[in-house]
């Protein structure tokens, strides 16, 4: 926002986060990041805080918490609440607050409806984002469209003409702009998850009938990927998806269909989730089955531990998933990935991390390859040969050239390949 010339106030309930953004440092990594948060400082139009009164006289007001998963499935909206509540205090008459957050569908109506009972004049809307990690500065900065929930009336085309204002510089360039009512924006968000997690856990469905028939998916994605209906993006089989979002919001989208009564709708989600489950367990019964039965004493190379590359979040990351259920049933790992060993060292401490790809590899009975990180596809697998014990990789992504690895002495083991 201040790179498009906004004056920002950003607010944070965590003091530690505030700090490292106020002195330049991303607290997580994502290609751009410092950079555009650089800008921002230096522009002097960004000011970051934990006081909410700061927000005060802001004509607009995003909210962007999270939604986790809550214990039942059902996405947890105690910080959209508490952040509500804590705002609400410093907004007034004429202003709006905008969420971006990816909420069950209803809660924007009743948000609102608080909203303009506590601060008579002022609207909520709903203007959910699409970012992709990896990708997210140049998807917020020019999106692929944008969609604005609004209430009808004129306080909805008020708030149409003000975020109009605030995205002026990417409509200019065309980027096309839905206007719609608040459910239907929430809808959007979590229906396009939903379609996307679909399209994956069908591609991984493919690949385990692949797997028995001895047919390659990566070829059979490619030929329907033609088709401009079904097109190629999102057809990559693998370990499946992860990440803070498409998995949670399956489950809230299910969890949502199922107080509404029309569970049945969406009883498809739940095989959705099911088979993406399946390709972590297929790959840990591939290890066992390449290391003879045995993982005790077994040396397992883990190369990536990020849910995918260019990310160092490993929420629901099938590779550090797969990485901690060998350690489990016994073997040793050796787990490397460019930038997720702080992030993944936090929540298993338990594993062995590697400074080097090299230093990982070294000694290893197996090698797995689970995120698909440009480092791993550039290694040389002649290389890695004359560092492992036994040259024998899983290909958890179909990232790696195949014949070449075959080439360099590897029994190579893919995906639905
Ligand atoms: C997703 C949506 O793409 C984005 O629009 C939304 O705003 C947030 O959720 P993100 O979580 O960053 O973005 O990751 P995405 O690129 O969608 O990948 C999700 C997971 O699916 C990753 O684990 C990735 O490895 C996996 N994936 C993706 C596949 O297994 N196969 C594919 O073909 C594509």
Redesign the pocket.
Known sequence: MAKLGHDVVAVDVDPAKIEQLAAGEAPFFEPGLPEVLGEALASGRIRFTTEMADVAGSQVHFLAVGTPQGPTGAADLRYVDAAMAALTPYVSAGEFVVGKS?VPVGTAARLGADLSAAVPGATLVWN?????????VQ?TISPDRFVYGVPEGADGERAVATLDEVYATALADGTPRLVMDLPTAELV?IS??AF??T??SF??AMAEIAEVVGADVTAL?DAIGHDARIGR??????????????PK?IRAFQARADELGVGESLAFLADVDAT?LR?RAHVVELAEELLGGVLAGKRVAVLGLA???N?D?VR???ALDIAARLHELGATVAAYDPEAVVTARRLHPELEYAETAEEALTGADLVLVL??WDEFRRLDPGAVASLVASPVVVDG?NCLDRDAWRAAGFTHRGMGR
């Open positions: 990816t959910p984002e699409f970012l992709r990690e990896g990708f997210a998807d968000k396009a998850n996307l997690a399209k994956i591609i991984n994605a993006k999102f057809l990559n089989a693998g370990l499946g998806f992860g990440g803070g979002c498409l919001d993406n390709r849910f995918k590359p990310s979040d629901d990351s099938p995120t698909e992504r």
